[in-house]
């Protein structure tokens, strides 16, 4: 038996997640049930999508995912199943959700859920929880090992699967850019693609200035200069700082502040940023 972990958009202020967890408990009474987040902003697949690739690799292999951040629910939208190249599952729409994990893990197998088969029984005539019908009623039977990966449904190819829009960090210059990816929510840092690696290429040392210029679409709206630090406390409060966060990626932060707000900052793949050594 696996751990079942649960992400959605639901939130927790009704009765939603509840019921996919007595879903769950109905298949196993002994499944190990967990709570990614349900906080994901409602509608937002690539909130989701990162939530995913932030915790995959903490939880042991063969972990079961169950994520529904699902605005096409009751169209012709696929539901799958995944199996990442880590050896953890994924139970969700096909709608892009899967994004960064491929891009971060890869993809090794993805099957289509047949519905016929793997649905909670009395749910044929529902065609809007399909979180707690079919995602968390299959992510609890592969969780408990009531089915297998292979019972699911027909194998599809990985490649058809829908993708978001990314673009991959890049060097140009004495420059890297890449986008902010999502935000260190409760503290408002902004959390960028930019890998460490690729920022270490610059030749930047900790205590040196770099320019941090952030443009929504192809506008500038943001630049300041941060101090390359170890961590928060090596700057003063309220001061701006550039830092490795923990998934080894270049982040921007005020120290005991929320930079997202001050700057009226957002995410996804529209928010590009610019890290420049000051020489």
Do not use: K
């Not at 109905?26 to 990614?36: K, S, W």
């Not at 039977?141 to 089915?147: E, F």
């Not at 829908?162 to 986008?179: C, F, I, Q, S």
Request: charged share 20%; net charge negative.
């Amino acid at each position: 038996m696996n751990p079942l972990v649960l992400q959605s958009d639901f939130g927790l202020d009704d009765g939603a997640v509840s019921a996919m967890y007595g879903v769950a408990v109905g298949v196993d009474p002994a499944l190990r049930i967990h709570d990614l987040t349900h906080n994901i902003p409602p509608y937002d697949i690539w909130e989701g999508s990162y939530r995913l690739a932030q915790v995959l690799t903490y939880w042991p292999e063969g972990t079961v995912f169950v994520s529904v951040v699902d605005p096409g629910v009751g169209s012709d939208r696929l539901s799958v199943v995944a199996r990442t190249r880590t050896g953890h599952y994924v139970v969700t729409p096909d709608n892009g959700t899967l994004t960064h994990l491929e891009d971060i893990f890869g993809i090794a197998e993805v099957r289509e859920i047949d519905e016929t088969r793997n649905r909670r029984p009395g749910s044929e005539e529902s065609y809007t929880f399909h979180g707690r019908d079919i995602y968390a009623f299959t992510g609890a039977r592969l969780a408990s090992g009531a089915t297998t990966f292979a019972d699911v449904g027909r194998s599809l190819d990985p490649a058809q699967l829908v993708r978001l829009p990314v673009t991959a960090p890049a060097r140009r210059g004495d420059a890297v850019e890449g986008t902010i990816d999502t935000l260190d929510v409760r503290y408002g840092s902004l959390w960028t693609s930019i890998p460490r690696t690729l920022f270490r290429e610059l030749g930047v040392e900790r205590g040196d200035r770099v320019t941090v210029r952030v443009r929504h679409h192809d506008t500038v709206v943001h630049a300041a200069q941060v101090t390359y630090a170890h961590s928060f406390a090596a700057v003063e409060v309220g001061e701006s700082l550039l830092y490795v966060n923990s998934l080894d990626r270049m982040a921007i932060a005020i120290n005991r502040g929320h930079y997202a707000r001050a700057f009226s900052l957002g995410t996804g793949a529209s928010w590009h940023v610019t890290l420049v050594p000051v020489r």
